[in-house]
C-alpha cells in the first residue's frame, strides 16, 4: 500500500547520553490527497532500552506511552518528545525508529499496516559527567503500582581526565497529579542527604517534584576525581489508593 501521509523526525545531530533531547515528529497528508481514507491512524517510537520518555506535546495512548492517535484532519501534526538516550561506552551513534501505522477500522485489531518508516540518527558525545539513575533497579522506563516505593539511586561518574569540583545534582520527578496534588508520597521521602526540594505543577495533571544537591548535603561532590563516582539514594512511595 502506499502511504497517504509521510513522517519527518527532526532533532539535534548530536546527543549527550542522560541529558534531555527534543525530537520534533511532524506527519503531513500527502499533496495529492485531499483526504486521508485511513480512520485509524497513529505515531510511535520504539524505544527498546535506547530511549526514556520525559514528556511530549500530545497525549499517548494508554497503555501505549510511546504511541500517539492521531487524526488526520489538520494539514499538519506536529509532536515533540522529550526523552534520554541510554547508550553502551563502545556506542558511537543512535537511531531510534520511528513508524506511522494505521488501521482500516476503529477496533485496531492486530498490529496495524506500517505506512512509513522513519529513524532518528544523532551522534554520541561523551560529557564529563555521566549521571544515571536506576529506578527499583531499572534505567528504562518501568510499570508501578499505588503503595509501591521507587527505590532511587544516583550515579555519578567522572568520565574525563581532570577532577570535578562542587557537583551539584538534580534529580527530577514527573508524576500525575490529582487536585494539584502528586501522587507520590513526598512526606514520607527517605533521603540521607537531606537535598533541597522544590515543587511545581506542570499542568492540571502533571506534577514536578525537583531534589537539588550539593557538597553540603554530599560531602562527595565537593571533588570527584577521574574515574570516580558518586552515589546518591532516595526512597519515595506512591500513595496507595486509600491516600
Request: hydrophobic content about 35%; overall charge negative.
Amino acid at each position: 500500500k502506499d502511504s497517504p501521509v509521510t513522517i519527518t523526525v527532526e532533532g539535534a545531530d548530536t546527543i549527550i547520553p542522560g541529558v534531555e533531547t527534543t525530537l520534533d515528529i511532524v506527519v503531513r497528508p500527502l499533496q495529492e490527497n485531499d483526504a486521508v481514507s485511513i480512520s485509524s491512524l497513529a505515531v510511535e517510537i520504539e524505544p527498546g532500552d535506547l530511549f526514556i520518555k520525559k514528556s511530549d506535546t500530545l497525549q499517548s495512548d494508554q497503555f501505549h506511552d510511546y504511541r500517539w492517535s492521531i487524526n488526520m484532519d489538520e494539514e499538519e501534526i506536529n509532536i515533540q518528545v522529550t526523552g534520554v538516550f541510554i547508550v553502551e561506552d563502545s556506542e558511537e551513534t543512535v537511531s531510534l525508529p520511528i513508524r506511522l501505522i494505521g488501521w482500516v477500522d476503529e477496533n485496531r485489531e492486530g498490529d496495524g499496516y506500517v505506512y512509513a518508516s522513519e529513524a532518528y540518527e544523532a551522534v554520541i558525545v561523551r560529557q564529563r559527567i555521566s549521571v544515571t539513575p536506576v529506578v527499583n533497579g531499572a534505567t528504562t522506563n518501568l510499570t508501578v503500582q499505588p503503595g509501591e516505593i521507587l527505590n532511587t539511586t544516583m550515579v555519578v561518574r567522572n568520565n574525563g581526565e581532570a577532577p570535578l569540583k562542587q557537583v551539584e545534582v538534580r534529580a527530577v520527578f514527573d508524576a500525575p497529579s490529582f487536585n494539584r496534588k502528586s501522587i507520590l508520597f513526598w512526606s514520607e521521602l527517605f533521603d540521607e542527604a537531606d537535598g533541597g526540594i522544590v515543587g511545581e505543577q506542570i499542568d492540571e495533571t502533571l506534577r514536578r517534584g525537583t531534589i537539588t544537591w550539593d557538597s553540603g548535603d554530599v560531602p562527595g561532590l565537593k571533588e570527584i576525581a577521574p574515574g570516580e563516582e558518586v552515589t546518591i539514594d532516595v526512597r519515595l512511595p506512591i500513595k496507595s489508593d486509600e491516600e
